[in-house]
T-cell receptor, first 112, second 115 residues
Framework: KQEVTQIPAALSVPEGENLVLNCSFTDSAIYNLQWFRQDPGKGLTSLLLIQSSQREQTSGRLNASLDKSSGRSTLYIAASQPGDSATYLCAVSLTGANNLFFGTGTRLTVIP | DAGITQSPRHKVTETGTPVTLRCHQTENHRYMYWYRQDPGHGLRLIHYSYGVKDTDKGEVSDGYSVSRSKTEDFLLTLESATSSQTSVYFC??????????????FGAGTRLSVL
């Protein structure tokens, strides 16, 4: 069974700092890895998806990397803003399957 | 939101009563999913559907059933609700984009409390 772990569970940073969120998974036979954002009481918003053949994906101030062999992904947020405050979830899809296995998330607070 | 609507958004019910949650999508997606989200567990897959009348179990399917009689609607039923089914339920669809990436999009969620 695929286990997905996100560390730390919570993180507070001052506005303007660059930060890294971590995700690890136990089964390296993944199809893709997806990072989501969840605001309190809301659904999930897809941020970035990395295919298993890719090493990284970028969108604006966000950069996600993937190292399948070590079972790790990172989400880098540059020049953090208070509007980035949310819970960030990573999820992996296994080869040949469509359902996602989720981590428990990192709750990010960016302090003005 | 990829045209996903969940109803109701909030529901309080009593132990032993049946409950049906509805997920409606407007964009003709083939795959639909039901997840539950609980503190300390993240989101876990309950059931999913890969077409009309085609469904399969996920990781935490016990106590739940689903039906999909038409493409746009995916129903989740708790035949006899228990307090352990108090949770936030999310519906999702998956879509293959122009780069052949299979991306999942989520509804706003249904908060269910079983007393």
């Amino acid at each position: 069974k695929q286990e997905v772990t996100q560390i730390p569970a919570a993180l507070s940073v001052p506005e303007g700092e660059n930060l890294v969120l971590n995700c690890s998974f136990t089964d390296s036979a993944i199809y893709n890895l997806q990072w989501f954002r969840q605001d309190p009481g809301k659904g999930l918003t897809s941020l970035l998806l990395i295919q298993s053949s890719q090493r990284e994906q970028t969108s604006g101030r966000l950069n996600a990397s993937l190292d399948k062999s070590s079972g790790r992904s990172t989400l880098y947020i540059a020049a953090s803003q208070p509007g980035d405050s949310a819970t960030y979830l990573c999820a992996v899809s296994l080869t040949g399957a469509n359902n996602l296995f989720f981590g428990t998330g990192t709750r990010l607070t960016v302090i003005p | 939101d990829a045209g996903i609507t969940q109803s109701p958004r909030h529901k309080v019910t009593e132990t032993g009563t049946p409950v049906t949650l509805r997920c409606h999508q407007t964009e003709n997606h083939r795959y639909m999913y039901w997840y539950r989200q609980d503190p300390g567990h993240g989101l876990r897959l309950i059931h999913y559907s890969y077409g009309v009348k085609d469904t399969d179990k996920g990781e935490v399917s016990d106590g739940y059933s689903v039906s999909r009689s038409k493409t746009e609607d995916f129903l989740l039923t708790l035949e006899s609700a228990t307090s352990s089914q108090t949770s936030v339920y999310f519906c999702a669809i998956s879509e293959v984009d122009r780069e052949a990436k299979n991306i999942q999009y989520f509804g706003a969620g249904t908060r269910l409390s079983v007393l």
